[in-house]
């Protein structure tokens, strides 16, 4: 299977995320261990995103992005959370 280009911004959009998520846990405005851990933003910001995008655009926000790619973009914000915290 070979990524579209909407499903390479969506991944690389999610490592974004994930970078910006880890700044906030680094600075201190998010709490690593608080009520809504940071994977946890990463996936409502990954889901408001692509409602947004699906507005904008006008169509269905399930037909935007495969699973896969929307896995992989979690996983990978994630991974850049968690290396953000130890090398950041």
């Known amino acids: 299977m070979r990524p579209s280009r909407n499903e390479l911004l969506f991944v690389a959009l ?6 910006v998520v880890a ?12 009520a809504l851990p940071p994977f946890a933003i990463v996936l409502l910001g990954l889901g408001f ?7 904008a655009t006008g169509r269905s926000p399930g037909t935007l992005v495969g699973m896969p790619a ?7 914000g994630v ?10």
């Open 14 to 19: 999610g490592a974004a995320l994930g970078a």
């Open 23 to 34: 700044y906030g846990v680094k600075a201190g405005f998010v709490a690593p261990d608080g």
């Open 49 to 55: 995103v692509e409602l947004l995008v699906g507005y």
């Open 70 to 76: 929307r896995f992989l973009a979690f996983v990978v």
């Open 79 to 88: 991974c850049v959370v968690l290396l953000g915290g130890k090398f950041a």
